[in-house]
């Protein structure tokens, strides 16, 4: 550029009127600074708003640079402030002609003009999954919402709360930047209405059409390993039935252990053996079991005996209950509270924002009258929207779409906000209940576990139940999450995937929401004239005191609409060489006479339940005999044979040892036999979770080409 061609840009420059600072193209600009930075200094803390740590080193970094070290940091922010304000004069005059910046009422003018076949492209934001592989998984797209109306935009901007003085405290400096940029600054006060959150939401998509996207200028994230907290799990042990031949245990609906296993084998690790609960990786598949025909009687037990294909000389009895399935118009209406977890903890991408999409596939199974209410929490709790319509999901969605993570995690108090809510809109024939979702890392208020089982066991007497949602990997507590679940009569799955919300809140909606009976119980007795040993695999934080059988005051699991209910026992019979305890020796060898004294029946199955609504347990019995049994594994319907696969499976991954030289090509060659029609590839899924498994223990590298933390 010669002089000439200068001294005409600097005329220019000098005649022209530069617009007034953007203040969300300031924030921006700080922004990218600070994240710069944070890339070549330190990365962010579990629990650690990144913004409020990076302000305090940005501005010691200035005052070093600037060597005024006795300088207030009000002044340097001040500084600070005005450099971002020149960065951004000179960005909107870099095309020599100026133009004023567009006002929030000039672009709704604007789009109150706009045809509705443009609207579209302004508004909505389409939001895709990554291909699926080839097990015939359905692709599921987002819906995109609507906007608001040109009258609620406004009203909106108009209750947005102003910006911050100059002379503010730079503490509040700093939280009114932290909510420029959208994060979620913990709430004071339980109240938090729409508009003002709405109202923030409108600015950003106002910043959008003029600057960047928001995920253009996100806060890092940052990733914890080794920090998962599991239950301690023993393997049930073996138990002489002469001794002790009645087993007790509560059904169990959960299926978290499965999939959290399918991302740790996708993120090229074998699950830690606490993490494998071998009962909810059997009941994470369909089954087609026969069906109950009425509702009255919501139950019906399908048992089978056969040979073990890890023992030649034991049987496995196969226990499989199909839930009945309501119709459409026999579901109740739903009162809904997303308690949503936005700590500092969330701030990854399987987690916050995978969180909000799962729960926008759900908004789509509901009934338009149903209500669906959103609590947050961080460093402390409220309400981010009242009970609202779901044929309303554009407002829903514009508030999940604003939620951002920063903070610590008071998950008690956000528990408590979330129960008040439910209760001051219960619905006495409804389905009241609160979804947690989070990563269960609670470190604020009421952090031990038994204080939080007890609330949860008092609430859950007011009708109003509670389930769980988990995500991510490196910090998740799922000991938290099964104790909140099993506590509040409800379920746990753990998302680690876009199709895996799909399934757990979309195919399974009716199971998850839909109580068809509660506190269901199962308890076999074995016969010792044909049963010398036997063990329950899997369900072992299940196990229940035989007399708390009868005991209608002992909570159980629930079971939902059309669910289906998998148990499986190993029986040593009579005069097996497979034996493992040795009779006793005072004891006497011949078993107490009694009617059923050389019965042909190895057990007798029994299923207690209570209908929703009741608080008096009924009874359906099931005698396991020999009319039940199959002689050749090949012969056992589809259905046991891939449950038994699974079965295999998961004592494989904790070393049970049980299995003797059953292999993971064992579990394979079964599995594929028995994977039968597969609709929707879980079945083909498992085959190849198996495949790898089988690759790492083996040691291996597998290079499944997945980014961590995506899934």
Known sequence: MDDNELDKMLELLKDSTPPEPSESAQNMAIFRAMEEFDKKKSPARQGTNPLNRLMDTVLAVHETIRGANFMKREFILAGGLSLAAITVVLMTTSNLVPSPPMQVDQVTSKLADVKPAEKKSVWHREESLAAQDKADRPVTTVAAISPPPTAELQKVEREAPPSAPASMPIESKKAELSHMLGYAAPAKEKTANYAAVAGSSARGMVADSMMLKPEQYSPPSYHDEGRDKFQDIKPNPTKLTKEEPVSTFSVDVDTSSYSFMRAS???????????VRIEEMINY?????????????????????????WNPDTKLIHIGIK???LEQKEKPHSNLVFLIDTSGSMNEQNKLPLLKNSLKLLLDTLKPDDTVAIVTYAGSAGVALEPTKASDKYKISIVLDSLGAGG?????????TAYELAESHFDKDGVNRVILATD???NVGITNTEELKSYIERKRDSGVFLSVLGFGRGNYNDALMQVLAQNGNGNAAYIDNLSEARKALVEEASSTLFTIAKDVKIQVEFNPDQVAEYRLIGYETRILNREDFNNDKVDAGDIGSGHTVTAIYEITPVGSRAKLIDDSRYQKSAAQPN????SSEYAFVKIRYKLPGSNTSKLITTPVDSKVEYNQISEVPTDARFAVSVAGFGQLLRGDPYTKAYSYDDVINMAQAAKGDDKFGYRSEFINMARLAKNMSQGRPVNLGVPRGIE
Request: glycine share 10%.
């Open 323 to 325: 839930g009945y399935q």
């Open 265 to 275: 084998i996708n993120n090229n690790a074998l699950p830690q053996k606490d993490a």
């Open 440 to 442: 269960g890392d609670f």
């Open 285 to 309: 598949f369909p089954y087609d079991y026969e069906a109950p025909e009425k509702k009255s009687e919501p139950f019906k037990a399908n048992v089978s005996v056969f040979p073990t294909p």
């Open 408 to 416: 610590s995690t008071a998950g008690a108090q956000g528990i408590k």
């Open 595 to 598: 009617e059923k004294a050389g």
